[in-house]
C-alpha cells in the first residue's frame, strides 16, 4: 500500500525532495542531462560558476534520490558519466519548464524589481 505524504505538513519527506529540486544547481544539472549522458567535467564547464565541490556534492544527492546514475570507466584518468535514471526522465518537462522560465520572463521580473524598489523608496 503506498504511504499518503501531504507536503504542506511540517514532518513530511517530501520536503526535503522539494528543497533538492528548488536548488539552481540540481535544476541545471538535471536540465543538462535531459540529453543524454554528460561526463563530470563536461557538467563542470557547462554549468558555469559551480565549484567541483558543489558539483560532486548536488551530483551525489541527486544520485541518492535515485534521480540519475553514475557509470565509471576504467580508462586513464578514470572516465565519471552521469545520466538520468527513470525516474529523473519524469521530471524533464518540469525541471526545463522551471529553469527556462527564467530566461524567458527575466526582463519583466527585473522591471517589476525596478517598480517595486521604487516604490518602496517613497
Known sequence: MLQAYNVYEDRCPTRM???RLADKWA????DRLESGPVRFNHLRRDIKGISQKVLS????????DGLLSRAVFPTVPVTVEYALTPLGRTLTQTVAALAHWAEH???AVLAAQDAYDASADR
Open 27 to 30: 535544476l541545471l544539472i538535471l
Open 105 to 107: 520572463n527575466m526582463d
Open 17 to 19: 525532495v522539494l528543497d
Open 57 to 64: 556534492q548536488t551530483l551525489k544527492k541527486l544520485e541518492r
